[in-house]
């Protein structure tokens, strides 16, 4: 009997097939049918050649080689870009627009005009009476902060979701919105245009979670076991960049904005484009606020951080102004995750 286990399963990870198959035995199941026994186990153990077969190859490989067949399928599609991204961004760029206009694109959603309510009614505004009308509550919040409450909220909703891991896809979420509005507010100082910006920045990382959701149906239909940290540093770090840059193409984003996206971590000699720039120093402060690794250092430790980044960067900001920008971009980044979750 040892013997006959061992042959069927020497690392004994299918307890359901063993234990059919010794109940068979047994005559304990007299319900198991014999020629069924012999189906599971020829499926069991093709299924182990298989994962035996894909372990010789390298994930990254296999998933590139997946990608590749799901592109050719009819059912395969990038997100849809939000319309109403496009509609935020073209009233902010508006000098004639009103409140009343932002109103009647928010209220396309009910959920949004709540909680621009909750923001406009919380302790970080001091009003004398509570606000119950939307276009008073975005007087008050102003439209910068309406509009990026907004457009988070819709990211988060529609963008940054998996059914594989919230964990990672939060991640993912929180690096993309920290490193847009430090992206905005340095495009202030640098006289950009603050809400495109903001919106680049958030789409900075869309490929991780693309890569994320196509990962875990590879993982499933190849029986492959990854750890979370595998899984991030084996197929999201190595193919989000690329994915990004597909999806970015596809929502029609021109070649510059492109660039400045993907430039992160190659093509660094079109480092001399001002978005591309701004976005790297954005994306490196809030990697490194986020993980935590700013927390021992000290008023020192930070001036050299935020000169030696600048440098990197080729931004020639001082690095006083970059904390004064940063200390402003975080109270923003805690007001706005506050009232998104």
């Known amino acids: 009997m040892k013997n006959l286990i061992n042959d069927l399963d020497p690392n004994k990870k299918n307890k359901n097939l063993l234990s059919k198959v010794l109940g068979f035995i047994k005559n304990i199941n007299k319900q198991e049918d014999e020629s069924q026994i012999l189906i599971d186990i020829e499926k069991y153990h093709t299924l182990q050649e298989n994962t035996l077969k894909n372990a010789k190859i390298p994930i990254e490989k296999l998933f590139l080689d997946y990608i590749k067949t799901k592109s050719q399928e009819e059912s395969f599609d990038v997100p849809s870009f939000p319309n109403i991204i496009l509609e935020l961004n073209k009233a902010v760029a508006n000098p004639n627009s009103t409140f009343l206009v932002f109103s009647d694109i928010i209220k396309l959603d009910p959920s949004l005009t709540l909680k621009i309510l909750k923001l406009a009614n919380s ?76 919106t680049l920045a958030l789409l900075h990382n869309i490929g991780g979670i693309v890569a994320l959701n196509l990962a875990s149906n590879f993982i499933k239909e190849n029986n492959i076991e990854l750890s979370e940290n595998e899984l991030i540093l084996r197929i999201i770090k190595k193919f989000q960049l690329q994915l990004t840059k597909t999806i970015l193409k596809k929502w029609k984003f021109n070649d510059l904005y492109i660039k400045a996206v993907v430039n992160q971590d190659e093509e660094k000699e079109e480092k001399d484009n001002v978005l591309s720039k701004i976005l790297y120093f954005s994306q490196t402060v809030s990697k490194s606020l986020l993980s935590g690794g700013l927390k021992s250092l000290d008023k020192e430790g930070l001036t050299i951080f935020y000169d030696e980044t600048l440098k990197n960067a080729k931004l020639k900001i001082f690095s006083r102004t970059a904390r004064i920008i940063m200390n402003e971009s975080i109270r923003e980044f805690e007001v706005v995750s506050r009232f998104i979750s």
Do not use: H, R, W
């Open 123 to 198: 302790p970080i505004y001091k009003k004398n009476k509570d606000i119950v009308n939307l276009e008073d509550a975005i007087g008050l919040i102003g439209l910068k902060a309406t509009k990026n409450l907004i457009l988070a909220v819709i990211m988060k909703g529609s963008l940054f979701k998996s059914g594989y891991s919230e964990k990672i896809a939060q991640k993912f979420f929180k690096d993309a919105l920290l490193t847009a509005i430090i992206a905005e507010n340095f495009a202030k100082l640098q006289q950009l245009n603050e809400s495109f910006l903001y």
